[in-house]
């Protein structure tokens, strides 16, 4: 038997992968399946981007570079923070970390605040990668239920319940949300912001949605808030979703620079430092401002339709469904009731569907609700009507 290190025993493969890859085995015997697993923009990343990272290449930027980042990128990258910020906050381009991925940020930054007897409060439904990284880092996630009326975001009523058993050390907060796509006003994130910061909580904000968002162009972020509130927080952010460049692999953190050396010394002895080529591809997202804004707006507009198209779609042909109407992001979060039989969990209700109605779909008990499941939405118009009328069939 294989002897694995107790670092690892417990940890799950991607929750979200088991129903895809069996999805992709049908696809491949020839079966017609709607897949809507998938967590990433279908559109391509836009061609200034991918053609800065190609030029890279061809000048030779092929080497190591330092493990936060190119210094342009990450100059860029606080402009562009502040640029979005609604109070125009300065932004300390030495208090960012460039990683591969958003996820990566998200490693490093759980990985250096939290350990073993720390409690972490992470509001269900999660982003299903957040408990694994907590209990990685052998402390111990805290979730906290939201209620269905307010889409399950949480109070700091809620918090402070959850945080009744013991001292906590950290927050993981995300919005827009995957998967339910809810997102926090700018006032419910300063009480949470408040109330974090008088107790000593390291708030992780996870705004790598932040730019798909139906209730203006940018969602209500942390640097929004006021300076005094956020001594302790992490801004987690990254190109793979605005800029659909998934595959590129970058993503950041902000913080203090006091943390940002920390954050940089562990990546100097993983990863050393995100993909060079992409680095420079980022950096014409994040300061070709114009150009990028163009493209994001597109995109932005493309999900709103479909999530428009999808709430009438609901409406008129599974009336007793529930579901959260989302405000961003590109998920619906759909409760398992009036589609599953007597007894029939998410993942057993996924299952039947992929084998009966050739629909793959994302069984909420990967994101702590097992009443749910996630549609993922970054799919043309047609396939979505496809997929909500065999879902209509499956209840006939
Ligand atoms: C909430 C959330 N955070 C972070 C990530 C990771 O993003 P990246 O691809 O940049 O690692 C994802 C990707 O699905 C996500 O949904």
């Not at 490093?108 to 209990?135: H, K, M």
């Not at 992929?354 to 629909?359: F, H, I, K, V, Y």
Request: with cysteine.
């Amino acid at each position: 038997m294989l002897e694995l290190s107790s670092n690892v025993a417990a940890l799950q493969p991607s929750a979200t992968m088991a129903i895809a890859t069996r999805a992709k085995e049908l696809i491949a015997e020839g079966r017609d399946i709607v897949d809507l697993c998938v967590g990433e923009p279908d559109f391509p990343t836009p061609e200034f981007i991918s053609e800065a990272g190609i030029q890279a290449i061809r000048d030779g930027k092929t080497r190591y570079t330092p493990a936060a980042g190119i210094p342009q990128l990450r100059a860029a990258i606080a402009a562009d923070l502040k640029r979005l910020s609604a109070r125009g906050a300065d932004v300390d381009p030495h208090g960012i970390v460039v990683s591969a991925g958003a996820k990566q940020a998200l490693f490093n930054v759980i990985f250096s605040l939290f350990s073993a007897g720390d409690r972490v409060l992470v509001p269900v439904p999660y982003w299903t990668t957040y408990p694994e990284l907590v209990q990685l880092a052998r402390a111990e996630p805290v979730f906290v239920q939201g209620s269905p009326e307010r889409s399950f975001k949480v109070t700091v009523e809620d918090l402070e319940r959850a945080a009744a058993g013991g001292r906590v050390k950290g927050l993981m907060l995300n919005s827009p949300s995957n998967p339910s796509g809810a997102v926090y006003s700018l006032e419910e994130l300063e009480e949470i912001a408040r109330w974090a910061a008088e107790r000593h909580v390291w708030l992780v904000s996870d705004e790598i949605y932040r730019r798909i968002y139906f209730g203006g162009t940018v969602a209500p972020g942390i640097l929004d808030l006021p300076a005094e509130l956020l001594e302790r927080a992490v801004l987690i952010d990254g190109a793979s979703k605005a800029f659909a460049m998934t595959g590129w692999r970058l993503g950041f953190s902000y913080t203090s620079r006091e943390l940002a050396s920390k954050l940089t010394a562990l990546q100097s002895q993983t990863t050393s430092n995100a993909t060079t080529p992409t680095q420079w591809a980022a950096l014409a997202a994040y300061k070709q401002t114009e150009v990028a804004d163009a493209e994001v707006e597109r995109m932005r507009q493309a999900f709103e339709q479909r999530k428009n198209t999808l709430v009438q779609l609901f409406r008129e042909q599974l009336p007793d469904v529930p579901f959260v109407e989302p405000e961003g992001a590109f998920y619906f979060w759909v409760g398992t009731k009036g589609l599953a039989r007597e007894g029939e969990g998410s993942m057993a209700l996924c299952e039947r569907l992929l084998a009966e109605a050739g629909l793959a779909l994302v069984p909420g008990s990967a994101f702590g609700d097992d009443d749910f499941f996630r549609i993922s939405y970054a799919y043309p118009e047609q396939t979505l009507r496809d997929a909500v009328q065999r879902l209509a069939a499956s209840v006939r």
